[in-house]
């Protein structure tokens, strides 16, 4: 059974920044695009970044210029830098891991970010 185990949420003033951190339980961690989500109360779940095998990146257009996905396929693990933090940031944050070759597709528990002065 994989695992993704997400930290480094909590309680931000607006324009802090934040790092996510996301490690999986996974043998070969490179095959495996990674992806960051968000859920905010009463909003449907959104892409927030993704990152390909290969390295390429994607972002929503509400983030960019402001949040940097990585991997670090070592460590097993995929991270999120969030800077200039703004009060609709606030979300419940997952991390997803998933290979289209094998139909995978695999969440984090979440972790909670809030945006609040």
């Known amino acids: 059974q994989v695992q993704l185990v997400e930290s480094g949420g909590g309680l931000v003033q607006p324009g802090g920044s934040l790092r996510l951190s996301c490690e999986a339980s996974?043998?070969?961690?490179?095959?495996?695009?990674m992806g960051w989500y968000r859920q905010a109360p009463g909003k449907q779940r959104e892409l927030v970044a993704g990152?390909?095998?290969?390295?390429?990146?994607n972002y929503a257009d509400s983030v960019k210029g402001r949040f940097t996905i990585s991997r670090d396929n070592a460590k097993k693990t995929v991270y999120l830098q969030m800077n200039s933090l703004k009060p609709e940031d606030t979300a419940i944050y997952y991390c997803?891991?998933?290979?289209?070759?094998?139909?995978?597709?695999?969440w984090g528990q979440g972790t909670h970010i809030t945006v609040s002065s």
């Open positions: 990152i390909m095998r290969g390295g390429s990146t």
């Open positions: 997803n891991l998933n290979r289209a070759a094998t139909g995978e597709d695999y």
């Open positions: 996974l043998s070969i961690f490179s095959l495996y695009a």
